[in-house]
């Protein structure tokens, strides 16, 4: 099968995933927090994160639908960082996946509240599906509660914050990519493992695919900002040129960029393989994260 | 023992479990997000969730000090909703806790992000904690993720925004009251009820019992907004005449408001004497909760 259609089924899976999550609450919660809420989580996006996530709990024997919880809580743990993201007093965003961004339709103090919910409403999808019998269900929420906070996600976003008007060094930056964007595509492909009960040298070598990948991942997300048509990646270009950011494109320029982002890919699919299972999907998904231009 | 000598030691034992957490963090994320996050959870407060929480555990067989992580990350959420309350976009506060607030000291972006850190560490906390075999664990931490999300404080907060400037009746207010400040009282009680495996007629009576502490609470604050000392409790008063906010006092007078207090406490007393187990410092806890001056 061709990858789209096959990236698009697993997509539409999730999609159902998130609707089922969202349903629960609607009714129940005030309605403008609930539109908010689900304005920013349903905005469509490439479901990146939950779309790995399931993929790698399918490398074990445990029922990969049972991982759902986790993976819409990765959903929702990257949207909330966006929407907050976004706000005036952080990087003051119009736009978002195409749309104007949260606060522009909700106003900041329900954006900040939604935000807040999205969070916290991660927390409790997972905990809610917790009945599952699998002890690496826990692992793997302890791995996702660590890659969003502080020592990850957080942490990433509070450094990057600092990297503007300033020259930083490439360790610097990869110690803030590593976190900033990282650690959620990290946790996606180690929650999963966890949660196939994958055994130590098996974990080892997807840790250091996802390494790849995340900081791949990223580069091409900052090539895309120099490069990228507004019409297909759905935010404004040439945000860290306008804010003087320190990035791969801005050290190494374009081409070389491109190049570093060729040689992550090539060691990626070796770590990949390593994994012993059925990774043709992956292989076609890592290839497309790669090379995407959105 | 004298009830404050009680209660201090209490509140100190609190006070050492959460140094113990902000310790795990220190050098390991960045300083300016670490100072952010221990200002508001360090600036002292009654630190009363946590304090019934671990109370409640007591009166089980389990050791209840295996409790100090739901019991910190009580804390830790209430500081969080704190700190994003006080937000210029949201309440727009100078003063917290007799200090400047949070953003007022580091910027409106690092405290939106110290609040998702503390919010997310929160989880981290109870997740890392949940080693014990004790399975009523799991359910104070289902509990805890509730109380604290869009079906409870957070939505909330978001009904308890559109209540300045209207005029809302006193079921609305008491919907809002029982989610905004209720909710995490409640799941003080509850969680340390779960954690202690209480049965289920034990628990309802100490949901009754919290649901009018939770609601005598919030309206002893609002008593306190009109008459309250800025050097005993630490914020602003006349806050909610300034926003034209419904409260207890601004329908029935500060006089009324004090004796329907009276009432939820002597109702409130005869569910927690059900509770058949050693409620001494609870009793005077409630008593104090009721009559406090800050």
């Not at 304005?39 to 399918?58: D, I, Q, T």
């Not at 993976?71 to 003051?92: F, G, R």
């Not at 996702?144 to 502080?150: K, Q």
């Not at 080892?204 to 120099?226: C, H, P």
């Amino acid at each position: 099968m061709e990858f789209k259609s096959e990236y698009k089924r697993r997509q539409d899976e999730v999609e159902r995933g998130l609707e089922d999550q969202m349903e629960i609450l609607e009714g129940k919660i005030p309605s403008e927090l609930y539109k908010s809420m689900s304005y920013s989580l349903m905005a469509g996006g490439k479901r990146l994160r939950p779309v790995m996530l399931l993929e790698f709990s399918k490398f074990g024997s445990w029922d990969y639908k049972k991982a759902m919880p986790l993976a819409c809580a990765m959903e929702m743990i990257h949207t909330y960082s966006l929407v907050h993201d976004d706000l005036p007093a952080m990087d003051n965003d119009d736009l978002r996946r195409g749309k104007p961004t949260n606060h522009k339709v909700y106003g900041e103090n329900i954006a900040i509240l939604a935000g807040d919910g999205l969070l916290n409403y991660s927390y409790e999808t997972m905990i809610e599906g917790m009945a599952s019998e699998n002890p690496g269900y826990v692992l793997a929420l302890r791995e996702i509660s660590r890659a969003a906070g502080v020592k990850g996600m957080i942490g990433g976003q509070v450094d990057d914050i600092k990297n503007e008007d300033v020259n930083i060094d490439i360790k610097t930056l990869d110690s803030i990519n590593e976190r900033k964007t990282g650690a959620l595509i990290k946790a996606s492909v180690l929650s999963g493992a966890y949660f196939s009960e994958l055994d130590q040298d098996k974990i080892k070598n997807l840790e250091a695919y996802s390494d790849k990948m995340g900081l791949a991942f990223q580069i091409v997300d900052d090539i895309l900002d120099v490069t990228g048509d507004v019409e297909k990646t759905g935010k404004k270009s040439g945000k860290d040129l306008e804010n003087k950011k320190t990035t791969y494109p801005s050290v190494y320029g374009i081409e070389k960029s491109r190049k570093i982002v060729d040689g992550l890919y090539e060691k990626a699919l070796i770590n990949l393989k390593k994994a012993e299972a059925d990774t043709e999907f992956l292989v076609k998904l890592t290839s497309f994260l790669c090379s995407r231009d959105y």
